[in-house]
């Protein structure tokens, strides 16, 4: 008899099902018990077949004996279980529920082995090196965010803590909410999630990798990429650079209605900013080596983030409008919070694509993506003007292709004198893509410079020019060059004298970032 097994479990329980116990095998359903403890619980069901046929057991009430004594010796620590007799045709069921534990890891011990199991998809799994630890924090009631971090609070600077709440909140950040923050313990120690939102954040992996690449994919061969730009420091600065960086890479275009004019991005600034945000609220930094990447193509964005997801199932087999807030680095997620950055509750996945069926009437939509595994989360977001582009393009094709026959009809003469010039271009062509190359090159250098010295007069007003060309690595001329041309630009300002005066930014574009998201 084949039947419905969410009929006796539920939608939302995960399960396994075995066809009968495996008594002198008990590894091959106890590591499911392991993996269900470990991670949000589940169901194990005795008596069905793989092609979920009810084959039913000889002897449920020995059965049942077998299966408690096997968690009992082979388990350490012990689960939280229930068993219940099922019966269906005349064939007899046991249902094994097992509760989430709270005292992870929840090992296996038997064959000369101690390992614990983690729930990855379907299936149970050994847990690695990283998931054991996360397991370890989970079992004594702490994450990585709220663990005392290895350096001195003392040593640490929080100006960009500072400036954003000010421009958020409207009042200044006092001291006493260090401790009320969770930026540090109550003994006094920096925490983790101190450290990050910490001005020069130490915590290396915590680094963004951003890059816009030439064409539809990373070896295309349309030549290298067009911009590339690593950020580090507070995630909250982070989170300001990767924006700005995806909005200095994109466009925008508008499209006339009835009786007004829309916008219409290449990326919806707020899903971009919800993207980028929960890539750092809820990435796994024990993941050492390994760092958010922000990838720009011609008709998409793709985030990586380390760490999938926290309960082990995969975001490509659920619902992403129905998926509960689950929160890796709460220390991390109520600061974003707090300043107004995100909201604490909801699924950031949600708000993702509730931005972009604003657009949702335009040729060509196509929804956000997401994807995971065991330890990476994916999210790929499309370019709505790419997209439209080339649809309305192919809706207007008849037209267009009757149009270009015409004028083919009429090119002939006017090809051969393309013949021609193009056969005395050769020249000039070299001498315009070296040239060209030369301004791209000076143009990427010239806008790395600058977000450089935004950061470091962010930090402090009062640097000076040696200072700055020791962080950029170059002469103390070149540094004078950059000022000069911002100075004209009237992207910065310095007040006061020479000697003890202060660099203030005028750029709107990078002051006005929190005001405008």
Same mark, same amino acid.
């Given at each position: 008899?084949?039947?419905?097994? $969410?009929?006796l479990?539920g939608?939302?329980?995960?399960?396994?099902k075995?066809?009968?116990?495996?008594?002198?095998r008990?590894k091959?359903?106890?590591?499911?018990?392991?993996?269900?403890?470990?991670?949000e619980?589940?169901?194990l069901?005795?008596g069905?077949?793989?092609?979920?046929?009810?084959?039913?057991?000889?002897?449920a009430?020995?059965?049942?004996e077998?299966?408690?004594?096997?968690?009992k010796?082979?388990?350490?620590?012990?689960?939280? !279980?229930?068993?219940e007799?099922?019966?269906?045709?005349?064939? /007899?069921l046991?249902?094994l529920?097992?509760?989430?534990?709270d005292?992870?890891?929840? @090992?296996?011990?038997?064959?000369?082995?101690?390992v614990?199991?983690?729930r990855?998809?379907?299936?149970?799994?050994?847990?690695?090196?990283?998931?054991l630890?996360?397991?370890?924090?989970?079992?004594?009631g702490?994450?990585?965010d709220?663990? =005392?971090?290895?350096?001195?609070?003392?040593?640490m600077s929080f100006s &960009?803590?500072?400036?954003?709440?000010f /421009?958020?909140?409207?009042?200044?950040?006092?001291?006493?909410?260090?401790?009320?923050?969770?930026i540090?313990?109550?003994?006094?120690?920096?925490?983790?999630?101190?450290?990050?939102? =910490?001005d020069?954040?130490?915590i290396?992996?915590?680094?963004?990798?951003c890059?816009?690449?030439?064409?539809?994919?990373?070896?295309?061969?349309?030549g290298?990429?067009?911009?590339?730009?690593?950020?580090?420091?507070?995630?909250?600065?982070?989170l300001?650079?990767?924006?700005a960086?995806v909005?200095?890479?994109? $466009?925008?275009?508008w499209?006339?209605?009835?009786?007004?004019?829309?916008?219409?991005?290449?990326?919806?600034?707020?899903?971009?900013?919800?993207?980028?945000?929960n890539? *750092?609220? $809820?990435?796994?930094?024990?993941e050492?080596?390994?760092?958010?990447?922000?990838d720009?193509?011609?008709n998409?964005?793709?985030?990586?983030?380390p760490g999938?997801?926290?309960?082990?199932?995969?975001i490509q087999h659920?619902?992403?409008?129905?998926?509960p807030?689950?929160?890796?680095?709460? %220390?991390l997620?109520?600061?974003?919070?707090?300043?107004?950055?995100?909201?604490?509750?909801?699924?950031?996945?949600? &708000?993702?694509?509730?931005e @972009?069926?604003?657009?949702?009437?335009?040729?060509g939509? /196509?929804?956000?993506?997401?994807?995971?595994n065991?330890?990476?989360?994916?999210?790929?977001?499309?370019?709505?003007?790419? *997209?439209?582009? =080339?649809?309305?393009?192919?809706? +207007?094709?008849?037209?267009?292709?009757?149009?270009?026959?015409k004028?083919?009809?009429?090119s002939?003469?006017?090809?051969?004198?393309?013949?021609?010039e193009?056969?005395?271009?050769?020249k000039?062509?070299?001498?315009?893509?070296?040239?060209?190359?030369k301004?791209?090159?000076?143009?990427k250098?010239?806008?790395?410079?600058?977000?450089?010295?935004?950061? %470091?007069?962010?930090?402090?007003?009062?640097?000076?020019?040696?200072?700055m060309a020791? &962080?950029l690595?170059?002469?103390?001329?070149?540094?004078?060059?950059?000022?000069?041309?911002?100075?004209d630009q009237?992207? *910065?300002v &310095?007040?006061? +004298?020479? !000697?003890?005066?202060s660099?203030?930014?005028?750029?709107?574009?990078?002051?006005?970032?929190?005001?405008?998201?």
């Amino acid at each position: 008899m084949k039947f419905d097994i $969410h009929t006796l479990i539920g939608e939302a329980t995960a399960y396994d099902k075995k066809q009968q116990i495996e008594a002198k095998r008990p590894k091959s359903w106890l590591k499911s018990v392991s993996a269900f403890a470990n991670g949000e619980g589940g169901t194990l069901i005795f008596g069905i077949s793989d092609d979920d046929q009810v084959v039913g057991l000889e002897n449920a009430e020995l059965d049942s004996e077998l299966i408690s004594e096997a968690i009992k010796t082979k388990l350490d620590p012990i689960p939280s !279980i229930k068993l219940e007799f099922q019966e269906f045709d005349g064939r /007899k069921l046991i249902l094994l529920y097992v509760a989430p534990g709270d005292e992870t890891p929840y @090992y296996y011990i038997g064959d000369k082995q101690r390992v614990a199991f983690v729930r990855i998809g379907n299936e149970s799994v050994v847990a690695d090196r990283i998931q054991l630890r996360n397991l370890v924090l989970k079992g004594t009631g702490k994450n990585f965010d709220s663990l =005392a971090a290895p350096y001195r609070f003392e040593d640490m600077s929080f100006s &960009k803590l500072k400036s954003v709440h000010f /421009k958020r909140l409207g009042r200044s950040f006092e001291d006493s909410e260090f401790t009320s923050w969770g930026i540090i313990d109550i003994q006094g120690k920096l925490t983790n999630a101190g450290a990050l939102i =910490a001005d020069d954040s130490p915590i290396r992996q915590s680094r963004i990798f951003c890059t816009r690449w030439n064409g539809l994919d990373m070896t295309s061969g349309l030549g290298e990429a067009l911009d590339d730009a690593e950020f580090e420091g507070s995630v909250i600065g982070q989170l300001q650079d990767a924006v700005a960086f995806v909005r200095n890479n994109s $466009h925008k275009k508008w499209w006339k209605e009835a009786t007004y004019r829309e916008e219409l991005p290449d990326y919806p600034e707020r899903a971009v900013t919800e993207v980028i945000s929960n890539a *750092i609220i $809820h990435r796994n930094y024990l993941e050492l080596g390994s760092e958010i990447h922000i990838d720009m193509y011609d008709n998409r964005m793709e985030v990586y983030s380390p760490g999938g997801m926290i309960d082990g199932r995969l975001i490509q087999h659920l619902d992403p409008m129905n998926v509960p807030s689950k929160r890796r680095n709460p %220390l991390l997620a109520d600061f974003f919070n707090r300043l107004e950055l995100m909201e604490r509750r909801g699924s950031g996945m949600k &708000k993702i694509v509730n931005e @972009y069926r604003h657009f949702e009437k335009y040729m060509g939509y /196509k929804e956000p993506e997401f994807k995971s595994n065991s330890g990476e989360f994916h999210v790929i977001l499309w370019n709505l003007n790419y *997209i439209s582009n =080339a649809n309305k393009e192919f809706a +207007n094709s008849e037209k267009q292709f009757a149009n270009e026959t015409k004028e083919f009809a009429n090119s002939e003469k006017q090809f051969a004198n393309d013949i021609k010039e193009f056969a005395n271009s050769e020249k000039q062509f070299a001498n315009d893509i070296k040239e060209t190359a030369k301004v791209v090159k000076q143009r990427k250098e010239f806008v790395k410079a600058k977000r450089a010295i935004y950061k %470091l007069i962010s930090s402090n007003p009062k640097t000076t020019t040696v200072q700055m060309a020791e &962080k950029l690595n170059v002469s103390t001329r070149q540094v004078q060059k950059y000022l000069k041309r911002l100075t004209d630009q009237n992207l *910065i300002v &310095k007040e006061g +004298n020479r !000697i003890n005066g202060s660099w203030k930014i005028l750029d709107e574009e990078y002051t006005g970032f929190f005001g405008r998201i």
